[in-house]
């Protein structure tokens, strides 16, 4: 019994009206699908039926194609980058008016906190319009030569951990760079980007620019795959990006890949240790560790370990996990069954392998996909554990006893997206930093992002950045 | 001949009194002097008020005061406020081409035109606000083991004297990128045509730029700029406006070092995309160095 109890803090669903279908988005209008095939959209938190979208046949996706290429060659090329620009800011402005609205719908639609929706993914949405239609004016200002152009149409296909975020971080920087895009958006969410669609025409972008087909991985072979895309930008699963790099091989397309991450977190014996428990925390639990950035290997000085260990479960036991509209909860729903399945199976080879699996005493709701937080301790660098990407809320712990030791463990792996160090000491941050062998290094934080700051990974993290200067380079010729 | 028989309006109009910009109020000269303003046929158009040299003290005072608290928020929120300012000159568009249109003796068109040019040039800045960073700053390539790192920062306050043949856009011009970068601003607008400059003044204020950022007197450039160019707390003076008075006034800014910028740089007004060249003047730069090693 606790002094205190939680009460629900639910926030409102009456501020989205969800439609019963979807069709799809091509050429500036909502028009049916060639094909019957229907995908429904789940509600992962009740399993409950959202509504349901169109599954875009290839016919579909030539014509999404034939629509951006009329409007590249005929409307968005020739525009000025300043007028570019102002479609762009007014994006950014709706997408500010409308933004509780989205954030509902995006907590109802993908399983995260209404908490993160509403603080981090839809400001962060909202920054990365402003920022790119900045840039639509100035792009001979961005260091990639005096006179760069726009590649053409752009194949673009993202994933469900962040639906709109991944949405606004191709489409915007493709936009402004004076491109035109067909976008498909991941099986399990597609209703921001169908909203973001709606977006489109309240901003009277003109038609064809956003093409927007849903589907699912067939959709996106076709998309990626098509012969009138010159440009391919993917963010997903590592297996998936070498598919995509063997497409587009022998093909003039350009190719973007963010992919994913097993991301290490090195704590040193000198750092300050509360600011670490939260860090590992954000780092691992944020968004239910759907993220490729996660920091899902905690790397601790072996000095510390216990009592880190000690604060870090104290920490994942105040961790609610629940109803994701509420505004209490911190780790929502898992996105689907099949993730959720991947996740157990992980799990149970953690224990097979001979680490142990802690989770604090949480409640789990009768209905939809869940995983409690979940540590295991006592992993080596032979667990699969420490070598795939769970893409959950299991953090998997190893020790270290010198810093060459801390960045031998970091960089052994496959992946190289991001990495912490925890540590009070900046000459030691600025030496381990100098060598991770990855794309971003956060120190003393974790999973903060900005429009401004490029992100991308090493190795079979995939190539490419997204955001800040460098960010243009993906979509300029 | 009229007729001259009085006969009752059926309304009268209100007329704006056209006042300071100080600190984010609209006070009148401490002078408690105003001269007229005529179009440029010779027409009156209001009395604009007669800023004194006090009005100018008062003025870096308030400047100085906000520069605290403007550069240090985001770029991305100076952006935003910037953007805003756009927004907030759309709404007054028919104002402003007016008053263009009498100071310049240009057709409505024409003065939509200036106006559309004048928006358009907060919007772009409004994007150069988070990107200066990235283009002018830069990741050292040291010999040693050693982070380090050049970000530009704001000069401080900075003293406009707006050009005298462009009271709209020139006036944006030369006001956008100085407050783009984070400095605040004594904007002495041009004397013969200072009406625009007041109804921006007005539009500021309302777009969730912090009083003081922008300070706007209008008055004899003659009296006015010396005492600006001269005073002790103000870092950078752009002479956009200056006229034959450049020369004596440059020499007056070599007594506290500060920024200067000479007529002529970059002054056509309505070229779109004048780059950071009439930023780069306003910012320093500053490097930091810090040792990599375990």
């Known amino acids: 019994m606790e002094i205190f109890d939680y009460a629900p803090a639910p926030e409102s669903r009456s501020i989205v009206t969800i439609r019963p279908a979807y069709d799809l988005f091509i050429d500036g209008e909502f028009t049916e699908a060639k094909s019957d095939e229907r995908i429904v959209t789940l509600n992962p938190a009740d399993e409950e039926p959202l509504s349901e979208v169109a599954a875009a046949s290839d016919a579909d996706v030539d014509r999404a194609f034939a629509a951006a290429r009329r409007a590249f060659e005929r409307v968005w090329s020739p525009l000025p980058g300043a007028e570019r620009g102002k479609y762009l800011f007014r994006i950014a402005r709706i997408i500010q008016e409308r933004a509780r609205e989205l954030a509902v719908l995006e907590s109802l639609d993908n399983g995260k906190p209404i908490k993160e929706t509403r603080d981090i993914d839809l400001p962060l949405v909202a920054a990365h319009f402003f920022y790119h239609a900045g840039w639509a004016d100035k792009l001979a200002h961005a260091g990639v030569g005096p006179s760069p152009r726009p590649l053409g149409v752009a194949a673009q ?153 000690t604060r870090l479960r104290a920490r994942i036991e105040r961790l609610r996990l629940g109803d994701p509209l509420d505004k209490n909860t911190d780790i929502g729903a898992i996105n689907s069954a099949a993730q959720l399945a991947r996740i157990r199976e992980l799990a149970a080879a953690g224990e097979a392998e001979g680490a142990s699996g802690w989770s604090p005493a949480c409640p789990i709701p009768e209905r939809g996909y869940w995983f409690p937080p979940t540590v295991f301790t006592g992993v080596t660098q032979a667990h699969r554990i420490a070598r795939e990407e769970i893409f959950g809320p299991v953090l998997s712990v190893l020790t270290f006893r010198t810093p060459e030791e801390a960045v031998a463990k970091a960089n052994n792996t496959q992946y190289g997206l991001s990495a912490g160090v925890w540590t009070e000491k900046g000459s030691r941050m600025l030496w381990t930093a100098s060598r991770l062998r990855a794309g971003v290094v956060w120190s003393n934080t974790f999973n903060v992002f900005d429009p401004a700051s490029p992100f991308g990974g090493y190795k079979e993290s995939g190539y490419g950045r997204e955001g800040g200067r460098h960010g243009l380079e993906a979509y300029l010729g | 001949m009229a007729d001259r028989t009085p006969s009752a309006p059926a309304r009268v109009a209100v007329r704006r009194t056209y006042k300071l910009y100080l600190g984010g109020a609209f006070p009148r000269s401490e002078s408690g002097r105003s001269y007229p303003v005529t179009s440029s046929r010779g027409v009156h158009l209001a009395n604009a008020a007669l800023a004194s040299r006090k009005d100018v003290r008062d003025a870096v005072v308030a400047a100085r005061k906000a520069f605290p608290g403007w550069s240090g928020r985001t770029a991305c929120n100076r952006g935003q406020i910037l953007y805003r300012i756009a927004e907030m000159m759309e709404g007054r568009r028919a104002q402003f081409a007016g008053e263009v249109a009498a100071a310049q003796g240009m057709s409505e068109a024409r003065a939509q035109g200036v106006v559309s040019a004048a928006i358009d040039r907060w919007v772009y800045y409004a994007g150069w606000a988070d990107k200066l960073g990235q283009v002018l700053g830069a990741a050292n390539p040291v010999s040693g083991p050693y982070f380090n790192h050049s970000q530009p920062e704001p000069t401080g306050v900075a003293g406009i004297l707006a050009p005298a043949g462009s009271p709209l856009l020139g006036l944006v011009a030369v006001l956008a990128p100085v407050i783009t970068a984070g400095n605040t601003a004594v904007l002495v607008a041009g004397e013969r045509a200072p009406l625009p400059a007041v109804t921006l003044a007005e539009a500021l204020a309302t777009s969730d730029l912090p009083g003081g950022v922008v300070n706007v007197l209008t008055g004899r450039l003659s009296e006015l700029a010396p005492p600006l160019a001269g005073h002790a707390d103000v870092n950078a003076l752009d002479l956009a406006g200056a006229g034959e008075l450049a020369g004596e006034l440059e020499e007056l800014a070599a007594g506290t070092l500060k920024r200067v910028v000479r007529p002529g740089l970059h002054d056509d007004w309505s070229a779109a995309d004048p780059g950071v060249a009439r930023i780069r003047p306003f910012v320093e730069t500053k490097t930091v160095w810090h040792p990599m090693g375990v």
Request: charged content about 15%; some cysteine; proline content about 5%.
């Open chain 1, 157 to 309: 296909v993202i994933p469900w951990n962040f639906p709109l975020l991944m949405l606004a971080w191709k489409v915007a920087p493709a936009l402004a760079t004076g491109n035109t895009v067909v976008l498909k958006p991941a099986e399990t969410t597609p209703l921001t980007a169908l909203a973001f669609a709606e977006i489109c025409q309240e901003a009277e972008l003109p038609p064809g620019v956003v093409n927007i087909v849903t589907g699912a991985g067939g959709t996106g072979r076709a998309v990626v795959a098509h012969p009138d895309a010159d440009k391919v930008a993917f963010t997903g699963s590592t297996g998936v990006g070498k598919e995509i790099a063997r497409a587009v091989a022998g093909t003039s397309k350009r190719l973007t890949l963010e992919l994913g991450g097993k991301g290490a977190n090195i704590v040193y014996d000198d750092a300050a240790v509360d600011q670490a428990v939260e860090g590992i925390v954000s780092g691992i639990f944020f968004n239910q560790g759907h993220v490729c950035c996660a920091g899902s290997r905690l790397l601790v000085q072996e000095s510390i370990a216990e009592e880190l260990l």
